[in-house]
T-cell receptor
Framework: EAGVAQSPRYKIIEKRQSVAFWCNPISGHATLYWYQQILGQGPKLLIQFQNNGVVDDSQLPKDRFSAERLKGVDSTLKIQPAKLEDSAVYLC?????????????FGPGTRLLVL | AQSVTQPDIHITVSEGASLELRCNYSYGATPYLFWYVQSPGQGLQLLLKYFSGDTLVQGIKGFEAEFKRSQSSFNLRKPSVHWSDAAEYFCAVGFSNDYKLSFGAGTTVTVRA
């Protein structure tokens, strides 16, 4: 079974530029999560999708971050414009059952550096 | 507010020695508890989880954890560490009123020969 795929693995941009990250979850997984992991901290949930609907985006900075999950499969997270404090690893995870504590499977992450 | 605390930022242990990583949470109800491991450049991998039942949980790679309600703790243990156990370990807590996970700040484990 293929795992959660993410691209790119690394990205360096200047502040005020835009950037997008892509995630392809495990086939058949209904729930998809985006986390932000700042150096020295644990992952923080940004947004949770169930199929193609948003379940929770309470911690997503909506003035600059956006995410979509068209067709309920893969997802894109965008930052526009980026700030220095957005430097972090962005992790995508998926789980098979919505509305439960079913195991979340994580991708390798995208490491973003904003200069 | 709900929170997860991992008191140890960094632990160094000799290969073959035992390991214990601490995790404490604050929440009024029974939480769902998880331990994840993250190797450099990799995503998080689930080691074990506790939902209910036996408070001693066995996981992968020889790890186990014990839920102690009275201490609001879910400490991770391994009797004999291997060099490949060097990684960062995260405790996470989920709550019954939603299905979000709250992660601790992590404990970095270094294994010396």
């Amino acid at each position: 079974e293929a795992g959660v795929a993410q691209s790119p693995r690394y990205k360096i941009i200047e502040k005020r530029q835009s950037v997008a990250f892509w995630c392809n979850p495990i086939s058949g997984h209904a729930t998809l999560y985006w986390y932000q992991q700042i150096l020295g901290q644990g992952p923080k949930l940004l947004i949770q999708f169930q199929n193609n609907g948003v379940v929770d985006d309470s911690q997503l900075p909506k003035d600059r971050f956006s995410a979509e999950r068209l067709k309920g499969v893969d997802s894109t997270l965008k930052i526009q414009p980026a700030k220095l404090e957005d430097s972090a690893v962005y992790l995508c995870a998926s789980s098979s059952v919505a509305g439960s504590h079913e195991t979340q499977y994580f991708g390798p992450g995208t490491r973003l550096l904003v200069l | 507010a709900q929170s997860v605390t991992q008191p140890d930022i960094h632990i160094t242990v000799s290969e073959g020695a035992s390991l214990e990583l601490r995790c404490n949470y604050s929440y009024g109800a029974t939480p769902y508890l998880f331990w994840y491991v993250q190797s450099p450049g990799q995503g998080l991998q689930l080691l074990l989880k506790y939902f209910s039942g036996d408070t001693l949980v066995q996981g992968i790679k020889g790890f186990e954890a014990e839920f102690k309600r009275s201490q609001s703790s879910f400490n991770l243990r391994k009797p004999s560490v291997h060099w490949s156990d060097a990684a960062e370990y995260f405790c996470a807590v989920g709550f019954s009123n939603d299905y979000k996970l709250s992660f601790g700040a992590g404990t970095t484990v270094t294994v010396r020969a």
